[in-house]
Antibody
């Protein structure tokens, strides 16, 4: 079955770049859309953006200027970079797979990783 | 951006009873609406998509209804494992947006 696992630093300093990787197992990363979602502590869910295995991306407009999502099909991974972080970027970051229908709902999620922005 | 509003923020229901959660969209999302359940410390789990289709492995006590701007998630007979936070999500327009969640607690 599909499994996703986030990895990356749990602590990032303000103004620096947050970098996370999602490793996919159980299915090829090709032929699907993949996404990043985040959840600040005690708050709701925010969709950051998604990528198709071809490299086509789409980002939430509020984060677009700071976000880059990329894919490495040879490693079956996709990644998130968020620049110029502030304390408001502290959140649990989830990677997930968009449904095979192409509709943007999420049946497969990673366990999430907490990233804290602090000096 | 479509704003999703869930009500109530917190719902207290006794085990075995029915729970009804609401979600309203600021403009029509057709039937492109999903529901998720999230327990503390866990990732969300997809319950419903297409407003009324249960995801794989979801018990029949969970049902979704509605279209356009008004949606409902009903849990027909609450089990102990159902007490959690529930989110609706529209995927009719980009950016995809979530409601703020309804916390379902045991009465």
């Amino acid at each position: 079955q599909v499994q996703l696992q986030e990895s990356g630093p749990g602590l990032v300093k303000p103004s620096e770049t947050l970098s996370l990787t999602c490793t996919v197992s159980g299915v090829s990363i090709s032929s699907y859309y993949w996404s990043w979602i985040r959840q600040p502590p005690g708050k709701g869910l925010e969709w950051i953006g998604y990528i198709y295995y071809t490299g086509n991306t789409n980002y939430d407009p509020s984060l677009k200027s700071r976000v880059t999502i990329s894919v490495d099909t040879s490693k079956n991974q996709f990644s998130l970079k968020l620049t110029s972080v502030t304390t408001t970027d502290t959140a649990v970051y989830y990677c997930a797979r968009i449904d095979s229908s192409g509709y943007y709902f999420l049946a497969h999620w990673g366990q999430g990783t907490l990233v804290t922005v602090s000096s | 951006e479509i704003v999703m509003t869930q009500s109530p923020a917190t719902l207290s229901v006794s085990p075995g009873e029915r729970a009804t959660l609401s979600c309203r969209a600021s403009q029509s999302v057709s039937s492109n609406l999903a529901w998720y359940q999230q327990k503390a410390g866990q990732a969300p789990r997809l319950l419903i998509y297409g407003a009324s289709t249960r995801a794989t492995g979801i018990p029949a006590r969970f049902s979704g209804s509605g279209s356009g701007t008004e949606f409902t998630l009903t849990i027909s007979s609450l089990q102990s494992e159902d007490f959690a936070v529930y989110y609706c999500q529209q995927y009719n327009n980009w950016p995809v947006t979530f409601g703020q969640g309804t916390r379902l607690e045991s009465k």
